[in-house]
């Protein structure tokens, strides 16, 4: 029996519909689960307002996808950046008093960032003890350039950090290479979405160009047991449906995806 559940994200990047109204139609798809992006932007309505919301109506909140505005400063070495990291120790904070079991962060935003380096580490290690003094997991994802992940893995001591693994920014800034092997058993998340390598499109899985079966196969490998979460957007040539429709295909093709398990 396959007991993976299903996830999918409310995107304040949809258009035509505010958060309200796309949590409504994730509701009405299906969906049990979500996870919320909590960015700390001027959101109407705010993130505080959708995470009531999304509770009154008895949606599950697998983990909160925190913001990444500066997280650059925190590789350079003569920058304080005591604030930023107080700034992600309260958000987790929050997190812990709202039940929801794990954050999700980058490590770089933007093509380029400062050389990863010891710094970068000790500030990293201070927010990961944090969360774990609270029983928070932290999943730091693949974005757009290679070699973090790898480093923080390795030199960041604590069981309570793996990675989220996001199929699109692999295919569309990976190339598809991506060394499944070194974090075998290290991967806490995902956010499944599509592209056709042109750009971080952020498309229902199989309106793409990615092979699916080879990612499924890697992640199997790699001992993946969580959720089969689902990072879409709802624009551009999915605005030819409703809201209503974009979020039932995607929960299909969710249910599609976990059976790919099997």
Same mark, same amino acid.
């Given at each position: ?18 958060a ?39 949606? $599950?909140? *697998?983990?909160?996808? !925190?913001?990444?505005?500066?997280? &650059? @400063? /925190?590789? %350079?070495? $003569?920058? *304080?950046?005591?604030? !930023?990291?107080?700034?992600?120790? &309260? @958000? /987790?904070? %929050? ?32 927010i ?7 029983n ?11 070699g ?43 956010h ?16 793409g ?12 490998q ?11 957007v ?10 209503e ?18």
């Open positions: 029996m396959n007991n993976r559940q299903i996830a999918v994200v409310v995107s304040n990047s949809n258009k035509n519909a505010n309200i109204q796309t949590i409504n139609a994730i509701k009405n798809a299906g969906f049990e689960n979500v996870f919320i992006q909590w960015y700390n932007r001027n959101w109407k309505p705010t993130q505080e307002e959708q995470l009531k919301y999304i509770k009154q109506i008895g949606l $599950n909140v *697998i983990f909160a996808h !925190l913001g990444y505005e500066n997280i &650059n @400063d /925190i590789w %350079i070495e $003569n920058k *304080i950046v005591d604030k !930023l990291i107080e700034k992600y120790k &309260n @958000d /987790i904070k %929050i997190c812990k008093q709202n039940n929801i079991p794990m954050v999700i962060m980058h490590l770089t935003s933007s093509n380029k960032a400062p050389k990863y380096n010891k710094i970068g580490i000790k500030r990293l290690q201070e990961a003890d944090y969360a774990q003094s609270l928070i997991k932290i999943a730091f994802e693949n974005t757009k350039i290679k973090y992940l790898d480093y923080v893995i390795e030199n960041i001591d604590n069981e309570n950090v793996g990675i989220c693994f996001d199929s699109g920014h692999y295919h569309v800034h990976f190339n598809d290479e991506f060394d499944f092997n070194k974090f075998k058993n290290r991967i806490f998340a995902v499944f979405h599509d592209n056709d390598k042109t750009d971080d499109s952020h498309l229902i899985p199989f309106d160009t990615l092979n699916w079966e080879e990612t499924i196969k890697n992640l199997k790699c001992n993946y047991e969580g959720p089969v979460t689902l990072e879409l709802y624009r551009n040539d999915y605005l030819k449906i409703s809201i429709e974009f979020y039932k295909k995607g929960y299909e093709i969710g249910n599609k995806l976990k059976n790919m398990f099997i």
